[in-house]
């Protein structure tokens, strides 16, 4: 008896040991090389007189326009007049994992407030990281992720913006693929300004959407929101009013089958509380795709 029973565990153990090799030779062999790539983004807005580039996602456009603003708000006596504005954003991305991504670049922008467009300058930089705090995975309990971002003006003098922006989403997948979803989310920005003269307040946005996967891998997405915005001040004088309107954000990407970006559009309109127009192109560059 115990010579069978002796038996009996060691082809229990064998087998287990078997299964278990088994599965590591069936599950996806992880990436020796995390995912690099310049996730290059081109930005055209049209904004309305009387207000700053405000809206989903766009600390590089705003802090190239606030830096603006404030230089040129002393000699604009009427306030800020319509603005257009192109930007690129060249942010060096690294997905460390499938949960978390840093990320860090210089931005580029022109503006033309009226009197010509301006020379394209190296306007401002940025670091930030995204990460999801919590998976679905077919659970109940929907992906939780976090974005934070710093972006600070260039150049380093008096009158530079740093601003902070925090995005924190809930992604509610409806099948085990994760191709369909709810969204919903909150987007903080808080910007600082070195002079003692001159202040804008926070910009907060709560919002809700969804999105859906096509089996061509080209995914859309929407969110509506409510953005609410504290206004800036100059010296005094009011440079932008403060507001709470709607905003609405439409994307289509186009994925392939491990969901890595290969291309993707962005249309936008804030009422801020005039409508403001954003239209932004995203072609990631790969060093490294997984």
Known sequence: MRA????????????SAAFAAEADEDAPAKPAVPNI????????????????????GTTSLS??????????GTVLPNGLPAAKAIAI???????????VSLYGGVSGSTADIGG?????????????????????NGGRIPTITLQSTLTQSVPNEQGMT????????????LDEDETRGWLAGMQYTYTTIATPFASIRPNTILYAGGY???????????????????GAQLAGRTLAESFTQPVLRLDLDRMDDNDNRLFGITAQIAWTPKPAYQLTLRTPLYAVRN
Do not use: H
């Not at 954003?89 to 949960?99: E, Q």
């Not at 301006?118 to 705090?133: E, H, K």
């Open 212 to 230: 859906y996967q096509w089996p061509s891998n080209w995914k859309f997405t929407g969110r509506l929101g409510v953005q609410s915005f504290g």
């Open 37 to 56: 790539y310049l996730d290059l983004r081109t930005s055209y807005a049209m904004i309305p007189a009387g207000t700053l580039g405000l809206g989903f």
């Open 63 to 72: 802090a190239a326009l606030q830096t603006l603003a404030l230089r040129s």
């Open 4 to 15: 069978m029973a002796l038996g009996l565990a060691c082809l229990t153990v064998s087998a």
């Open 116 to 136: 010509g467009w301006s020379t394209f300058d190296i306007t401002s930089w940025n670091i930030g990281v995204q990460a999801d705090l919590y998976q679905q």
């Open 162 to 173: 740093n601003s902070f922006n925090n995005i924190l989403e809930f992604d509610y997948a």
């Open 89 to 99: 954003d060249l942010p060096l991305t690294v997905d460390v994992s499938d949960r």
